[in-house]
């Protein structure tokens, strides 16, 4: 499959996804009323997640975020407001 019908049946996938859980019903409720298996809604679910975590994923190790560690105030206890 292309990058392109992965995108597409993605934004599909997350229309869909969007849909069904701020319709206030639950899945199986939902995947009843608009005819859609709730097997398929999970597949399209967990798919849609492991594309943004890859994504997230990625951007992390991209990224060169650097942690610095900072001194403490000498007082404390001042610093806190006590």
Known sequence: MDKST??????KWTAIIKECRSSGKTVTAWCSKNNISSKSFYYWQRKVRNTVFDTIK??????????VQLPAPIDSWSFMGR
């Not at 992965?6 to 934004?11: K, S, T, Y």
């Not at 990625?58 to 942690?67: A, M, R």
Request: hydrophobic share 30%; aromatic share 6%; charged share 30%.
């Open 6 to 11: 992965h995108e597409m049946r993605l934004m």
């Open 58 to 67: 990625d951007t992390k190790i991209q990224s060169n975020t650097k942690f």
